[in-house]
């Protein structure tokens, strides 16, 4: 699991130390290559030789290896090497010299010259952790993008109990294997999404079109392909652009041209969303050749579009979801609801144009969701990307359903 994986471990004085003797054999087993460092403290507690038989590497204490010769430890070699680095058990005074950036030993000067992640395992007596300093300090180095594993509440070494034994060494090493290979929740999974306007031919220059953009849908592909789903963007034609590995763009133009690869895309899709603003009707037939001005007024006879959510809300199966949007100018609700059903959706996502800053065009969306049995959420004005947190969230509940 962490084959080719440089961690760095940072022991500091705690009694908790001995327990990083059993994370360095778990980082080791799962192929992680592991340099230990030391603080002054922690070598009360534990002898280097513990952890340089069970890292197979030198363990790090001091500036110098051997005083007599001048030879020195290259703290910045150390720091730039590792891809993780890990201080566990932390005690309160390393993290203290942490949050004030004091380098007063070669542990702290590994630290600061580190430019990987960090992820610390706090450990120490339940009212130290509980001081006004420390929750500060905690806080300080979580402001640095560090990441925190709480203590966990227990026995402590002095007889008290509560809150300041370190995070079990089972559990730091879920946490780096999280941290290298993060569960994706969509993993796995596939997407197919519609975006964009759809054109009607008229003639050979002249369509009937409207104004979306196509954000909100691309806003929606790419979060799924950042929950690890594998995407299938199905988009008319607008200014938008994607780069994702896990986003396959299909460029169409007419409802007709979006409904056929919808169809074939649909029967191997877990999650569909229908984003895409698609033309209700179309000229009855294309005029083969550019259509001349001549009368003052100009009708042009329109048959209706297939309804691309209705016909796959018919042919959806149990292990599907299908979701659609509703732009709604008037009695928005009930007209919502009506579609819901209609298309057999597992939930609607409605943009009222009374709301200033939602639907076509803009950057911000303020959507209300509604599902089946008159269930509705409402959202405020937010980015179309936070909106498309909000929407892909709720689909993950779905799905852990
Ligand atoms: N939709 C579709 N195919 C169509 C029309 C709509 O797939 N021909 C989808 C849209 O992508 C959206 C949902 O159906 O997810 C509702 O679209 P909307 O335009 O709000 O509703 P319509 O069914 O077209 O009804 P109306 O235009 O009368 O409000």
Known sequence: MLKGKKILLGVTGSIAAYKSAFLTRLLIQSGAEVKVVMSPGALEFVTPLTFSTLSKNPVFSDFTQNKDSGEWNHHVDLALWADLMVLAPLSADTLSKMASAQCD??????????????????????????????????????????????PQEG?????????????????????????FHPVLPLKGKKALVTAGPTFEKIDPVRFIGNFSSGKMGFALALELANKGADVTLVAGLVKETISHPMVKLKKVMSADEMFEVCKTEFDHSDITIMAAAVADYKPASIAPEKVKKKEELWS???????DIASSLGAMKRQDQILIGFALETEDELKNAEKKLEKKNLDFIVLNSLKDEGAGFGTDTNKITLIWPGNKSKEFGLKAKSKVAEDIVQEICQLIEK
Request: include cysteine; charge should be neutral.
């Open 105 to 150: 030993n070669f542990l702290m000067a590994v630290y600061m010259s580190a430019k990987c992640p960090v992820m610390v395992a706090p450990a120490m007596d339940r009212d130290m952790f509980l001081h006004p300093g420390t929750l500060e300090n905690l806080r300080k180095i979580r402001s640095f993008g560090h990441i925190i594993l709480s």
């Open 300 to 306: 042009l006879p329109m048959v209706k579009t297939v």
């Open 155 to 179: 026995e402590l070494a002095s007889g008290l109990s509560g809150k300041g034994r370190m995070e079990e060494p089972e559990e730091i090493f879920a946490a780096v294997v999280n941290f």
